[in-house]
């Protein structure tokens, strides 16, 4: 079993910035594909990016290409998303989720999530 948490969320100015973290237990995430995704208000849940377990491979979403990054630190158990130029339309419950085969964008093929940290931008 994997235990997520989430943590570096809040209320941040348009064009502002914030880093997500990620930090796993139960188990070294070294061997797992970790994601990213969000929920906003009325939406379903969507990917926004996911890291191999090397760090070796990423993919974002569009939505996300450009302004976020996803990186890890298997040493720490800890995933990270660093955010920038940050937009209303980001506001959103986000999601850290780890998989035990190769990483994917598709919300059905993680085996664990956390809870989730709320990211905030007013327009």
């Known amino acids: 079993q994997v235990q997520l948490v989430e943590s570096g969320g809040g209320l941040v100015q348009a064009g502002g910035s914030l880093r997500l973290s990620c930090a796993a237990s139960g188990r070294t995430i070294s061997r797992l594909a970790m994601g990213w995704f969000r929920q906003g208000p009325g939406k379903e849940r969507e990917f926004v990016a996911a890291?191999?377990?090397?760090?070796?491979?990423?993919d974002y979403a569009d939505s996300a290409k450009g302004r976020f990054a996803i990186s890890r630190d298997n040493a720490k158990n800890t995933v990270y998303l660093q955010m920038n130029s940050l937009k209303p339309e980001d506001t959103a419950v986000y999601y850290c989720a780890a998989r035990t085969t190769a990483w994917s964008t598709a919300i059905e093929d993680y085996d664990y999530w956390g809870q989730g940290t709320q990211v905030t931008v007013p327009s």
């Open positions: 890291i191999s377990w090397s760090g070796g491979s990423t």
